[in-house]
DNA sequence: CATATAAAGTTGACCCCCTAAACTATAATA
DNA sequence: TATTATAGTTTAGGGGGTCAACTTTATATG
């Protein structure tokens, strides 16, 4: 990658990140007022995506430290959105699932987020869609791969 | 654009945002032992892209509420990285103008922001950069319209 | 001119998020 | 059995944000 394209594709992926993080963020809270932040949604959807998990997996999945973790689920459990069981075997070990109000919620949530990037990323014809997807793919692979 | 390949393209964007920004943001501060936030480093990069500017245009550049960039810019103070110089005409109004260590921080924050996202970027080989540019130059003009 | 209204910033209350380290309880292992 | 490891929680400290109330200075209007 030349020297100035390189510089140029930075800015453009900080910029797209930073302003597509606030611009979603803003837009999710207004419309769910405030009823989650972004991550909780992040957690909500990982249980939705993979089913009942422990704390310790939620926490690998979603990145930061286990800490974090355990409050963001507390909050989640207070508003009972989330649920707690106890291993059988393990008494150390607890697992996290969605509860029929946490599942009814985050649906919602996600079809606002999804309604507000649809409109969005409508502006991406059909000709561009899959170097969209190929693009954010190779980027999406690249992070992972870095982390 | 067909359904499933929207929703397709929304979670691959959803995803390469929270993950990117995790990542940038955790990268940056290990690099500089919590030296800077993320938006104190937006700040900065305003700044020194735009130069000396006030609280609200500050605010305008960085989206959010007046009383966030009052904060913001108090740190900044404190740490000595911005300066604050009252305007002659109008009393209320007062610029914010990186000090020289700001810039010195500064640069050296961006650099190796520059330096992370350069190695996880260069995993996109040189035919793929023109595609990156076009799209990620499209999807930040797409935010931007719709803020 | 005097009074009302608008604008730029600051402050404080209240909430979320995060890390780091200490701590509990249970399991596994030497 | 005594030691070490693991899952989770808690606490302290700091960053971020919003919203509303409040100063101070400008501007508009009667």
Do not use: W
Request: proline share 1%.
């Amino acid at each position: 990658m030349g020297e100035s394209r390189m510089e140029e594709a930075i800015r453009l992926f900080t910029d797209v990140m930073i302003d597509g993080q606030n611009e979603v963020f803003r837009k999710v809270e207004n419309e769910l007022h405030q009823e989650f932040s972004m991550e909780q949604i992040k957690m909500l959807n990982l249980l939705e995506r993979h089913g009942p998990m422990t704390s310790k997996q939620l926490t690998e999945l979603q990145g930061g430290h286990k800490s974090a973790t355990s409050s963001r689920l507390k909050k989640l459990v207070e508003k009972d959105y989330v649920r707690v069981i106890p291993d059988a075997s393990d008494k150390r070990v607890k697992y996290v699932q969605l509860t029929e109000a946490g599942e009814a919620a985050y649906k919602q949530a996600n079809q606002q987020v999804n309604e507000y990037l649809s409109s969005i990323l409508s502006g991406i014809n059909d000709e561009e869609v899959d170097e969209f997807i190929y693009i954010f793919q190779k980027v999406k692979s690249l992070l992972r791969n870095q982390a």
